[in-house]
């Protein structure tokens, strides 16, 4: 995994995408809680039938070793551990009758549960 500097202070990004439509909701829900001192945060953590699961939350912590990148004044972070699992993927928002909510495109999973729920 490339470690991309990207700015004058040194700060180390990642190579997950945040579509305009997944910053544009984080962003909304953030202007609702009337909070901006929250980044996205996304983890994959060991869990689920495959063996690995996301987890996509809002978090006020900064941890040693987190990859932050900015997107439309929504900071996603992913932390060291997680990030060679995460280079690639690319998280969209969808709304449609059919489905609604954040959705992970992600090349390195090799496969999945059949509850969708999980990865390896």
Not at 42 to 51: K, L, S
Not at 66 to 72: E, K, P, Q, S, T
Not at 93 to 108: C, L, M, R, Y
């Amino acid at each position: 995994m490339t470690v991309q500097d990207n700015s004058a202070a040194g700060t180390a990004t990642h190579g997950v995408i945040l579509t305009e439509a997944a910053a544009a909701k984080a962003k909304a829900l953030l202007e609702q809680e009337g909070r901006d001192d929250l980044t996205l945060r996304i983890a994959v953590q060991p869990g689920g039938c495959a063996g690995l699961r996301y987890n996509l939350f809002f978090d006020d912590r900064t941890l040693d070793g987190d990859l932050v990148r900015d997107f439309g004044g929504i900071s996603l972070t992913v932390d060291r551990m997680s990030a060679p699992y995460l280079e690639g993927a690319t998280i969209d928002f969808v709304d449609t009758i059919e489905k609604q909510g954040f959705t992970i495109d992600n090349p390195n999973a090799t496969g999945s549960c059949a509850c969708g729920d999980s990865f390896n």
